[in-house]
């Protein structure tokens, strides 16, 4: 069982931590399947607090406690108005007296922090400006799953240095595969968390030239060129990243058995093509499913079952 209070950043779990996670997301997946989930969280319960859009995310963690017989709750930014209604402090302390576990996705990484400091239950970050741990730890669940092992392996991210690619960095800290980042000059990663990452030592590496990052990888991982809050950088950033649109020519560059993610939404045309999206070697559904099992064994070990 973890000795951690909440779920901030990959870069918080130690390798065995994280190693055990994915461990337990592949057998809460099992059991899943099997129709053999414990009622483990039966009279728990979450808030999800929402400051930015979810399809995934919401509904993930929202059944993702329903199936271990929990409860979770939706509350949206329209009501709660974070920091501007009510200051961060005391709406976490008001959250943490009627739920067990805080879920929150918002803007700024200090926001969560805030939240996860004035908070008496786990807070768990689905998503800031900064990361996304809980979609790269179901991402390296997913390589797991279909390649047998994430060490060893290449994994290619193509677009922008986003909360994706700083928590790919983060997890290259922990497991031992190589990062290529594959991306225009001005859209590199946040200078703190590389820098940070290649001191300890993660193989981390950064091209400006899309055929040089795909080159035999494993892995090709793609996310949207405008970030949600960047929407109006939209128009620029689609003519910035072209070159680095996963097509059927980038994904020959790969390995021939390379299996390509994408966390989702995609943009159909943009950075992915709909002929890699739909091909065999297209592993995105099982990604987006594994964010739920992922999600449970964080939850699950937060809240120490
Ligand atoms: N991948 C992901 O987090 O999707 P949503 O934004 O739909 O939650
Ligand atoms: N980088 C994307 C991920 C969406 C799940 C964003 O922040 O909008």
Not at 44 to 55: E, I
Not at 271 to 291: F, G, L, P
């Amino acid at each position: 069982m973890w000795d951690r209070k909440h779920f901030l950043s990959i870069y918080d779990l130690t390798a065995d931590d994280a190693k055990k996670l994915v461990e337990r997301g592949i057998a809460l997946k099992e059991d899943h399947h099997a129709g053999r989930l414990q009622p483990l969280l039966e009279g728990k319960s979450m808030a999800m607090v929402f400051r930015k859009p979810s399809l995934r995310t919401r509904m993930s963690f929202e059944m993702g406690m329903i199936g271990l017989g929990g409860h979770a709750l939706y509350v949206s930014d329209e009501e709660i108005k974070l920091g501007r209604r009510e200051a961060v402090c005391d709406v976490s302390r008001v959250v943490s007296r009627y739920v067990d576990v805080i879920m929150i996705r918002t803007f700024a990484q200090t926001e969560v922090e805030d939240l996860a400091k004035y908070a008496s239950v786990p807070v768990i970050n689905a998503l800031t400006d900064l990361y996304h741990p809980c979609q790269v730890m179901g991402d390296i669940m997913t390589v797991v799953e279909h390649k047998g092992r994430i060490d060893g392996l290449k994994v290619a991210f193509l677009g922008d240095g986003n909360n994706v690619v700083n928590s790919w960095i983060n997890a290259a800290t922990k497991f031992d595969f190589k990062f290529v980042l594959g991306t225009a000059k001005g859209y590199e990663p946040d200078p703190m968390v590389l820098e940070r990452g290649k001191a300890d030592g993660a193989k981390v590496e950064i091209v400006y030239d899309a055929h040089e990052a795909a080159r035999d990888a494993d892995v090709l991982y793609t996310d949207v060129w405008a970030s949600m809050g960047a929407e109006a950088e939209a128009e620029e950033r689609k003519a910035t990243f072209k070159p680095f649109q996963v097509n059927d020519e980038l994904l020959a560059a790969a390995k021939p058995d390379a299996i390509v993610l994408h966390c989702l939404p995609a943009h159909r045309g943009d950075e992915i093509t709909d002929s890699v999206m739909d091909s065999d070697q297209s592993v995105v559904y099982d990604e987006a499913e594994n964010r739920m099992h992922i999600q449970r064994a964080v939850t699950l070990e937060l809240l120490g079952k």
